[in-house]
């Protein structure tokens, strides 16, 4: 026999969060694309980049990958895009949602204007948004305007996930930690130092092809990572 329960009484941001996610899995037709991608050169960047710096003033690997996501996204815009009830809208500006956990929820705010922004621009930005999104002072804007999601829960034992879309946007990047990984290179076993990503997409407005595409994007920028670490524009 079972002791007794007690009823759950939900914050008004955890039952906003249940009536959103809820009515995205109901109205779009979720699809999902992985890939791996190699960290070790991104990461020997970044550890040079941050060499010599104060703790706070240091890149974040979610820094990298806003920055990844935000060039990814000039060269495929669909993905890049909101709904505006049935007409769907490429935006020109890359706002990049980034998830960050609440005591009481999860908040994606965005990290406004990534496509125009370096990689400490960036990495700034996002240090003062996850600072302002606790304290509850978002900007009207910053709440409501973004493009495209990144979530990663790399700072987590988490290999992989899929992330449901936030809606009216059309596309969500979920990613894991980076892990230790044997592959072969010219008929040798290496280690190497792996990132997966997935893809969550709406099939009404890109298919699996340009998901693809996108990740493909993602990849090549990881793995070659020179137009992370230069100047915007």
Sequence with gaps: MSGEGRPVVFTPMRAAIGRRMTRSKQSIPHFYVSMEMEMDSLLTALAGRNAGRAKEARVSVTACLVRVVALALGKHPAFNAVWKGDVLEEKSQANIGVAIALDDG????????????????????????VVRARADKLRSSE???????????????????????????????????????????????????VLEATLSADHRAVDGAGAACLLETCKELIEAPGPIFAPAG
Excluded: H, K, W
Excluded at 181 to 191: E, L, N, S, W
């Design 143 to 193: 709440v409501s305007d973004a493009t495209f999601t990144l979530s990663n829960l790399g700072m987590f034992a988490v290999s992989r996930f899929t992330a449901i879309i936030t809606p009216p946007q059309v596309a969500i990047l979920a990613t894991g930690r980076v892990i230790a990984r044997p592959v072969v290179r010219d008929g040798q076993m290496v280690v190497r130092q």
């Design 106 to 129: 999860l908040i994606a705010p965005a990290l406004l204007d990534c496509g125009a922004r370096d990689i400490d621009d960036i990495a700034g930005g996002l240090a003062d948004l």
